[in-house]
């Protein structure tokens, strides 16, 4: 008989992600175990008991998925899981807390698209700000874009709060040119920027019309806010790339439905790759977004 495919789920919340199980399953893996409540001190144990009670060739549909609500604790886990793999006793990694590698990535993606479709530019020294960026899906964001070359404005309520996770962006991913910004001051940033994410917590709306009237060099807005206000006003959940009405520039608006299915083909995608890959991989953001760019 052939052996299933099992994942093991481990996050360090009280509750396994019934998202990431799902889709889990949906890509293929029959079996999904959850670890609940897990600590980065029980990784190694979690690792090893998984990796030696199957074959090489029974390992190849074994696969270990770190949720969570952490971007850095997740990476984390990746690192420890990797540090206490035997080889040929190894198997395939994958972490999107709380979903927001994939989420980010497809933003980014789509980001990237309507900023060449619309306006035949890239990310590459585009002036990207994030708001509400201090959380799990902004902190990836500003890491992918700042990788591609943009400037980012990593903003959020307290500026210290946002000077600390800029600085983690920087120091801890080489990302460089990540900058910390208030939202008081967002007016500020937004007159200058070619780029606006809302990464802000659900239901928050942080930019206005007026906000938008204001910034006359605004290219995109992309919002991942589901939950009505809109954290973008005039960017409606199903709009993909369409010009917004009180834009000077005529903006395009990305909301957050079309974001999500990037988001689902990015995270469909790294859960197939962990059993069809020959070798294990380890997957992250990094390489949620190289899938989001070749589904959009
Ligand atoms: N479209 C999709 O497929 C998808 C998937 C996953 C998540 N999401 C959405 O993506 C967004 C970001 O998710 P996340 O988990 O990273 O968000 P989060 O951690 O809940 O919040 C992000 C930031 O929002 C700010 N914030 C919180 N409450 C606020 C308030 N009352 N007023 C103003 N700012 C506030 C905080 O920054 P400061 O304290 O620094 O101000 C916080 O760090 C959410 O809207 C979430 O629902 C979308």
Same mark, same amino acid.
């Given at each position: 008989?052939?052996?299933?495919? @099992? ?25 999904? $175990? ?8 029980? $990784? ?19 696969? $270990? ?12 886990? @990746? ?64 890491? @992918? ?22 600085? $983690? ?89 079309? @974001? ?37």
């Amino acid at each position: 008989m052939d052996k299933p495919y @099992i994942l093991h789920l481990i996050t360090s919340e009280k509750n396994a992600s019934p998202f990431d199980v799902n889709m889990a399953i949906d890509a293929g893996w029959t079996n999904i $175990i959850p670890y609940t409540n897990a600590e980065q001190t029980e $990784i190694q144990t979690l690792v090893q008991d998984a990796i030696f009670s199957r074959s090489p060739s029974g390992l190849q549909r074994t696969g $270990i998925f770190f949720g969570g609500r952490d971007t850095h604790e997740a990476m984390d886990m @990746i690192q420890e899981a990797k540090k206490h793999m035997v080889p040929p006793f190894e198997v395939s990694v994958f972490a999107d807390p709380s979903g927001a590698f994939t989420t980010a990535a497809g933003m980014v993606a789509l980001t990237e698209k309507y900023l060449k479709d619309g306006f035949d530019h890239g990310l590459d020294k585009s002036s990207v700000v994030i708001l509400g960026g201090t959380g799990p899906v902004g902190v990836a964001s500003a890491v @992918i874009c700042a990788k591609a070359g943009a400037n980012v404005r990593l903003v959020g309520r307290s500026i210290e709060k946002a000077e600390k996770t800029a600085a $983690i962006c920087n120091d801890r991913y080489q990302s460089k040119n990540v900058v910390a910004g208030a939202d008081a001051d967002k007016q500020d940033y937004l007159n200058k920027a070619d780029i606006v994410l809302n990464t802000g917590a659900a239901g928050i709306q942080l930019m206005s019309d007026e906000n938008i009237q204001m910034s006359s060099n605004l290219k995109i807005c992309a919002d991942t806010n589901a939950v009505p206000p809109s954290g973008i006003a005039g960017v409606d959940v199903m709009d993909s790339g369409k010009i917004m009405e009180k834009s000077p520039n005529k903006c395009r608006g990305i909301g957050a439905l079309a @974001i999500g299915n990037v988001k689902y083909k990015s995270q469909h995608e790294c859960l197939k790759l962990m059993y069809t890959s020959d070798d294990p991989v380890y997957l992250d953001f990094e390489d949620a977004f190289k899938f989001a760019q070749k589904s959009v």
